[in-house]
């Protein structure tokens, strides 16, 4: 009979086999574990489900519960990922048994949102899961940035001695995850991902990372610090062809007016599939947060709460300003 439940040590290895079997299909220099660090971990096994049929893993679901800082104040989110089924059980409702299982731990714990990132969007409306939020892809390949020069600094690769500063830039942004202790150096350390910094004397004024282990190949997913300065690192990834785009969130649009002054090409993007899990719970959570009274959605609809991007590719605010980004998608 099949069950779901939360994975034990042992069934906590037979779902990474399970997900790297289906989503690396392809041979990749790196593993599902590598680019998912958090996720994946060991350490996450209350938040690691899957379902069983006998003794054997046949599906499992992921979830990273991580705080945010948000336009009202910290609110927590859960990330979901790995969302697989092995090939002899789809077609049985195993996801969205999965799914359910997850979004009822998620409200039980009280945190009012969860998000997923697919190109199947379909598995997952169901659920209650639909576009939201709202994200800037930033094209500056064609970019005139060749004025740019670096004075009083240099440009040198990303080093292991550089996270703590690396990490105290990325706090700068207003809508960020709030990562937990040992989140950096995992996730800078994914294998795969290749990071500049612009360095003056000691103090890094500026840095990025292209690529998510295997993913997002030709972007940057998570950039920090002065403008100016990333600016001047997104010239040097493109001489050095490790990217010709970038991902801005909702906060840091700074850089993309910069980029654009300059050439660059943009397009808005929902930030993800979004379903809010616990909206009285979100409700109370902004409203505490407030300065002012503001008037929230009365529904569970995550665009009127996070915003959206029609079709016609204009983005829509919404009653609050969230961003996964960076590192921080699983």
């Not at 994975?7 to 289906?22: R, T, Y």
């Not at 910290?74 to 059980?89: E, L, N």
């Not at 950039?223 to 990834?237: C, I, K, N, Q, R």
């Not at 959570?285 to 204009?314: F, Y």
């Amino acid at each position: 009979m099949l069950e779901i439940r939360t994975a034990s040590l042992a069934q906590h290895a037979a779902m990474l086999a399970l997900v790297d079997a289906e989503i690396r299909t392809d041979v990749t220099a790196t593993c599902a574990w590598d680019d998912f660090p958090l996720v994946l971990a060991s350490e996450n096994r209350d938040w690691q489900f899957v379902a069983i049929e006998g003794k054997e893993v046949v599906g499992c679901l992921a979830c990273l519960i991580r705080p945010f800082t948000t336009s009202c104040g910290i609110i927590s989110v859960a990330g979901i990922g790995s969302v697989v089924t092995t090939a002899r059980w789809r077609g049985r409702g195993i996801s969205s048994r999965l799914q359910r299982f997850a979004l009822e731990r998620i409200a039980a714990s009280e945190v009012p949102l969860a998000v997923l990132w697919t190109d199947r969007p379909e598995y997952y409306a169901g659920c209650g899961f639909g576009a939201a939020g709202v994200e800037y892809h930033v094209d500056y390949e064609d970019c005139d940035l060749n004025d740019l020069l670096v004075t009083g600094g240099q440009i040198r690769p990303y080093q292991d001695q550089d996270t703590a500063q690396v990490a105290a830039l990325y706090a700068r942004h207003p809508l960020r995850t709030v990562r937990a202790p040992g989140d950096a150096e995992s996730l800078y350390g994914m294998p795969g991902t290749r990071g500049l910094v612009f360095v003056e004397g000691q103090q890094l004024r500026g840095y990025l990372f292209a690529g998510k282990g295997a993913d997002f190949p030709d972007y940057v997913t998570e950039f920090g610090g002065d403008s100016e300065a990333v600016v001047v690192l997104l010239a040097e990834a493109r001489r050095r062809q490790i990217a010709t785009k970038v991902l801005v969130p909702q906060g840091a649009t700074a850089l993309q007016r910069l980029l654009v002054a300059r050439g660059a090409r943009w397009s808005a993007r929902p930030s993800g599939y979004w379903s809010v899990v616990a909206a009285d719970v979100l409700r109370a959570t902004v409203s505490t947060a407030a300065s002012t009274v503001a008037r929230w959605p009365d529904s569970n609809d995550a665009a009127a709460w996070l915003g959206s991007v029609d079709r016609t590719g204009t983005p829509h605010a919404g009653a609050l300003q969230l961003a996964v980004w960076g590192f921080d998608s699983v």
